[in-house]
């Protein structure tokens, strides 16, 4: 299995924050946001390669906290792929960046775990490679416990048995709080499917939307995340996060 991390974003609404730095790479309660999806993803066993993408503004600053995170946890192999843009402008969007490292690095001959670099976790996400084990697609999960703070994500259903019956992005008038987050594992035939979404010339950011097209081709199961999950989209919300997460490291 691999694991692909997506930092390829320039977080124009973090600035002045984040004009010189990446967003995944900005501290939360001590250490980088990447670092809090890491390290919860550490755990999972036969991990083959980490792959994190990012842009040409930022490449050079993931490999230099690659090279010093790998000293903490030697058992990863990293490898920093560069997708050539430059600013906000001419990003390849989320779907198009794990296209390019899945054609780019022949990562359809084995399983996948894709992850937003800021995403932040309170627990080990262990537990998710173990469910995913012989399902095509997982999306993971969580309950923001607000009809109003779920139109700026996603609505989604499914049946008792977890598998997606409908799947929205920021829905109007969402009926349920549970929403889908930037965690999915794919199988290895269908990390296949990456390459046949973008030639139909489908929307290539947010990767939520591989998920709506794929889950009426192919059965996408769902997995609730433990402990406290958290989204930063702004200064506010990062402030925010800093508070939760340093009661967690306490």
């Not at 320039?10 to 990446?22: D, F, G, V």
């Not at 790479?25 to 980490?50: C, F, H, Q, R, T």
């Not at 929205?168 to 046949?196: C, D, H, M, N, W």
């Not at 097209?213 to 996060?241: C, M, N, Q």
Request: proline share 6%; with cysteine; hydrophobic share 40%.
């Amino acid at each position: 299995m691999n694991i692909l991390i997506l930092a390829a974003g320039y977080a124009t609404r973090l600035y002045p924050l984040t004009l010189n730095k990446a967003k995944p790479l900005l501290d939360v309660a001590g250490k980088p946001m990447i670092e809090w999806v890491l390290d919860n993803l550490a755990p999972i066993p036969d991990i083959e390669s980490v792959y994190v993408v990012t842009n040409n503004k930022f490449a050079a600053d993931f490999q230099a906290w690659a090279d010093d995170y790998v000293k903490r946890q030697p058992k990863l192999h990293f490898k920093i792929i560069n997708d050539g843009s430059t600013n906000d402008q001419d990003k390849l969007g989320a779907i198009g960046d794990i296209n390019l490292v899945v054609s780019r690095e022949n990562l359809a001959a084995s399983d996948l775990v894709v992850v937003a670099g800021d995403n932040l976790f309170s627990q080990s996400l262990e537990d998710f490679a173990t469910y995913c084990k012989g399902k095509a697609a997982v999306l993971a999960t969580y309950d923001v416990k607000d009809l109003e703070a779920i139109k700026k994500y996603n609505a989604i259903e499914s049946t008792p048995e977890g598998v997606i019956t409908h799947f929205e992005e920021k829905p109007a008038q969402p009926k349920s709080t549970r929403t889908g987050i930037a965690l999915y594992y794919y199988s290895k035939e269908t990390v296949a499917k990456f390459a046949p979404y973008i030639a139909e010339g489908n929307n290539p950011d947010q990767p939520g939307r591989f998920v709506q097209w794929l889950y009426t081709r192919t059965p996408v199961h769902t997995w609730d995340v433990p402990g406290t999950w958290f989204d930063i989209g702004s200064k506010e919300t990062l402030e925010e996060a800093n508070e939760i997460f340093a009661k967690l490291v306490k």
